[in-house]
């Protein structure tokens, strides 16, 4: 079965600083890795994936992520981080002709 | 532009009531899904549908029913057998089941029980 833990409810941040959102997972086959994005009162907004092939992965807002076998873990990072970053942050995993699951959302705040 | 349209954006419910949440997209995507979100539980799959007239019940089905009849339309009916349905409804699709298609989400509807 399919699974992603996000252990972190709650990261604050100071701006300018680079931030790291934690993401691990499980699943029996290859993992197909995703980061969504979610506003307040909004729908889930797509980041960036990793599907095969180089382990960094760079995506919108200049946010990357880093894939990482051996460690089962897909973290989310930026370099310097912006007041406008602050939203709820999914890391969503998916299994060859499964449906996605999600893991339960980490909180992002970038304090000015 | 194409998307995923979701409404009415709010929404409440009296006990007892059904009520339908709408989903349009205009991307020609094959599947669609619904989910609902609560505070620290993440998002939990209600209903999908990978084709037209058929569905599958996802992890939390029970008090919900959807219908497919066109590609582009997949509503949700919260019934009166759903205890607790307050919560944010998500509807999202993709062009269809392969592994390297990620999800394309609505803005969501807020449902409340007064």
């Known amino acids: 079965a399919q699974s992603v833990a996000q252990p972190e409810d709650q990261v604050n941040v100071a701006e300018g600083n680079p931030l790291t959102v934690k993401c691990t997972y499980s699943?029996?086959?290859?993992?197909?890795l995703f980061w969504y994005v979610q506003y307040p009162n909004r729908g889930l907004q797509f980041l960036l994936k990793?599907?095969?092939?180089?382990?960094l992965v760079k995506g919108s807002y200049g946010f990357e992520a880093e894939f990482n076998k051996s460690q089962t873990s897909f973290h989310l990072k930026k370099p310097s981080a912006l007041v406008s970053d602050s939203a709820l942050y999914f890391c969503?995993?998916?299994?060859?002709?499964?449906?996605?699951?999600f893991g339960p959302g980490t909180r992002l705040s970038v304090l000015p | 532009d194409g998307g995923i349209t979701q409404s009415p954006k709010y929404l409440f419910r009296k006990e007892g009531q059904n009520v339908t949440l709408s989903c349009e997209q205009n991307?020609?995507?094959?599947?669609m899904y619904w989910y609902r979100q609560d505070p620290g539980q993440g998002l939990r799959l209600i209903y999908y549908?990978?084709?037209?007239?058929?569905?599958q019940k996802g992890d939390i089905a029970e008090g919900y029913s959807v219908s497919r009849e066109k590609k582009e339309s997949f509503p949700l009916t919260v019934t009166s057998a759903q205890k607790n349905p307050t919560a944010f409804y998500l509807c999202?699709?993709?062009?269809?089941?392969?592994?390297?298609?990620?999800?394309?989400f609505g803005s969501g509807t807020r449902l409340t029980v007064v």
């Open positions: 699943v029996s086959g290859n993992p197909y």
């Open positions: 549908s990978q084709i037209v007239n058929d569905f």
């Open positions: 990793y599907i095969t092939g180089d382990n």
């Open positions: 991307l020609n995507h094959d599947a």
């Open positions: 969503a995993v998916r299994d060859y002709g499964q449906n996605f699951v």
């Open positions: 999202a699709s993709t062009p269809r089941t392969g592994y390297n298609y990620g999800y394309t």
